[in-house]
């Protein structure tokens, strides 16, 4: 019984894209028209943007919906939540390549992944 938790516990916390669980790639640098942006894109079309300390979450969230917009920035503004794209926020610990689930709050190393997906697609 304990084993079999254990074994639960290290799947939740494979690195996997929220839409269509296929492992995600560390979050690096991706150059935009911005600046810089930390993050990284999923094959079925999810980006996703990493924030190290859980406190820029609003600037991490505008630079992945304007990835998201292919650097559309306008079209990024007309977009709303739920119709437009769906988001799934997501525990991540850069160092081990883990996510961290539960919720823990925004204590410890861990920052933030935030996942954005258009949707119908
Ligand atoms: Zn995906």
Known sequence: MWKRQREDKSVLTEPRCPFCRALFERPHEIVTDLGFF???????????????????????????????????????????RGESYEERVLRYNPRTHRLVPGGTGYAGKTGILLFLKLTGE
């Open 38 to 80: 930390t993050g990284g894109m999923c094959d079925c079309g999810a980006v996703y943007g990493f924030d190290p300390t859980g406190k820029n979450l609003g600037e991490v969230f505008m630079e992945t919906l304007v990835e998201l917009c292919g650097g559309d920035w306008q079209r990024a503004m007309s977009m709303t």
